[in-house]
């Protein structure tokens, strides 16, 4: 079985549990959950993996992990897209809307600290999963992210050792990773892809 075919699967057999994470995931971030953003990272993640055919874990763990970021890329670049549109919606009305300069300012700073919020945590993931591996930062991202307790995630996994990698993840990031680096980083990607 190919691995787009696995990770559909994958996506069937799990489809309620990963519902209920990625809404609790957007309703905590963006204050709606967005049906069309969920069903789009499934068919994105799916073309995606038919075209690469392979990827460094392909267990469950790994296919979970990747949808997951994907799903998070997906919720930050729906945030963009809403900002863009009202910044056109803003430059058509501009003299009109004077009056509003300061909400839309406002506006404006609350969704870029969302957005470096949400890069901040894809930042974090991904440099774990470089640094250590998939597993570690899937059991990182259950902790932090969903606020698994340590006993939950160990029966979800049934894997042992996983409290010691969360925490090795955790002194990964508090040993290796700085404000100051992310906020560089996110500065790049705002700059390059936003801007």
Known sequence: MELCDRFLQFIGNNYDRLYLAMKRYSLNKTSRFDDDVFSDTIIRCYNLLQKKGEMNDETEFGLENYFFKAFQFNVIREKQYARVAKRVETDNLSGLMSKNDKEDDGLRKKLEGDLKEDFSILYILEKIEKALSYEH????????????????????????????KILEAANYVRENITKDEIDNAFRRFYDEEIG
């Open 137 to 164: 930062c899937h059991l990182f991202a259950l902790k932090h992210l969903n606020g698994m307790t340590y006993s939950a995630i160990a029966r979800k996994t049934k894997g042992k050792g996983s409290r010691d």
